[in-house]
């Protein structure tokens, strides 16, 4: 009796040649700081999450009018050569600081004071002249910057903004206060100072960033930022879109990084329990922040070109602007009337990922315009809405700054 057995093979492995193209999944994006204008370096680069990008080059050509006996126009030549992109991405601690402070134009700046010495001068009610004592001071005297306080004994936790007015103390508006501050409390020993923030200033910043595709990389060198918007929305997750201008884009095979750092791994800020609120001049708007967004960038920024070569020989960062938008709940008057009052202060928002990192975002004395106060149709809930005019802080201090969070419980507004 004969036997057969039939052996079935197993299909393992991948395809090849599958796709019609490069694959969007694919595309890496990376960066570095220039030490010097559109040289691109080596050593470390900066991996970015991105949702997508539209970087390319763009070509300026020109034609003399020749007159000749076959009425065609006369050879084109190249005259200018330019490249400028849009990076997109989801909102996540961490992942654009270095680009922030690009556009900023400062460096972040980190300190945090606590342990056996009192963070403040305890011996007196110190509020009532809004001074904080530091016991390091890496600082200049008229500097401004921004802060995080806590004395847990007395459930004080808050963000502020001031300068330094000498060799350790900190001065600020007492609007900065929170509502169960009280006069007469004794600060404990126990309390903590951190500053971990950012400023815009006069330090001018340009990157290499470069994109990856099929094994080969195109180089952006020359990149200055030249806006930044952040945008929070109910029921969406914070978003970033950079806006950069390059020198040039050029096309490389070798990989000229170190080593390429990874992406920062937090978790996408959403707009449920990372939204922390939002103060307008100290206050809190009575109805709940649908939406903000945030806007800085250098105005007046572009590329300077030379003859010799088509590219940019150098770019003109421009002047910090910052401005943005915020719409609540229509609760109120308050805010609308400080709109036609021209009231300018503090405006505060912060937001932090589940970790209970991120970011306050502070417009250092802005101002609220064109606001509205509509009812656009039936069975809806009427919302107020206003731009935010952002302007120096008093005596020429920045117009923005950004304080970075940590160890926040991200328990929403």
Known sequence: MAFFIEVNMAFTGATAGLAA??????????????ATYATPPAGNYQALRITGESFSRGQTTARPEEINALKQVSQSVVTQVSASGTISGALSSGTFDDLIAGVMGDDWKSQTVSGSAPVLNSNSPIWKS????YLT?????????CFRFIDPDNNLDFVGFGHVVDAGT???????????YSDSLAISKNSTLTINCLTNGSLDKTFTIRKKLLGQ???????LITQLQIQLQQAQFGTVSIDVTSANETMSAQDIATTVLPAPGGDVHNSVNNFLGATVFGNAPAGGVTQFTCTIGRDGSANDYGMGHADACGVRTGQFTASGSIEFYFRSWDEYQACIAGTQGLIIVKTVDDSGNGYAFIFTNAALRNGKVNSSQTNQTVKASFDIEGNPAANGGPTFAIMRLSSVAATGA
């Open 21 to 34: 193209g490069a694959q969007t999944n694919d595309t890496r994006m990376d960066f570095a700081l220039e």
């Open 130 to 133: 809004a001074t904080i004592y």
């Open 137 to 145: 001071s890496p600082f200049t005297p008229g500097e401004y910057i």
């Open 170 to 180: 900190i001065s600020f508006d007492k609007s900065q206060l929170p509502a169960n």
């Open 217 to 223: 990389f195109l180089l952006y060198p020359g990149s």
